[in-house]
């Protein structure tokens, strides 16, 4: 895959999973990007390299229920906006909140503001 940053940087690297985030937790509390934060206007694109499918699901397990655990694996990225292709392969599936919505090439991109939230007074 190919990962091209804000600031015209890009890294090719070759992941078992890619997640972009702009809350800390994944599913039912799994703490995938502990410092993601909703309302900073940048999202975190967290790297899943040179694991197997077995540590994977090992490091979900451990990472249950909030904990986190350090895994030197795993790189971490913020920016506002991340640009995810494949290289040498076919396109890759990509999924928001376990939908698949399209393939790669695809963007992801903070839109500032774009949620109203209304809490009682």
């Known amino acids: 895959m ?3 940053f804000a600031d015209g940087t890009s890294q090719s690297i070759t ?9 800390p937790y994944f599913g039912a509390g799994f703490a995938i990007a502990p ?3 909703p309302d900073n206007g940048e999202l975190v694109l967290s790297i899943f390299e040179g694991m197997t499918k077995l540590e994977l699901l090992g490091y979900f397990a451990a990472i249950a229920n909030g904990r ?7 790189t971490t990225y913020q920016g ?3 640009r995810i292709s494949t290289v040498a392969a076919p396109a890759v ?3 928001a909140d376990g939908l698949v919505i399209g ?3 695809v963007v992801f991109a903070v839109q ?3 949620l109203t939230v209304l809490v009682p007074a």
Not at 15 to 23: E, K, R
Not at 68 to 74: F, G, H, L, S, T
């Open 103 to 105: 393939e790669t090439p």
């Open 15 to 23: 992941p078992l999973l890619a997640i972009v985030s702009n809350m």
């Open 68 to 74: 986190q655990v350090a895994e030197p694996r795993i």
């Open 2 to 4: 190919l990962i091209e």
């Open 80 to 82: 506002p906006t991340f």
């Open 93 to 95: 599936a990509v999924q």
């Open 35 to 37: 410092e993601a934060r």
């Open 112 to 114: 500032h503001q774009a």
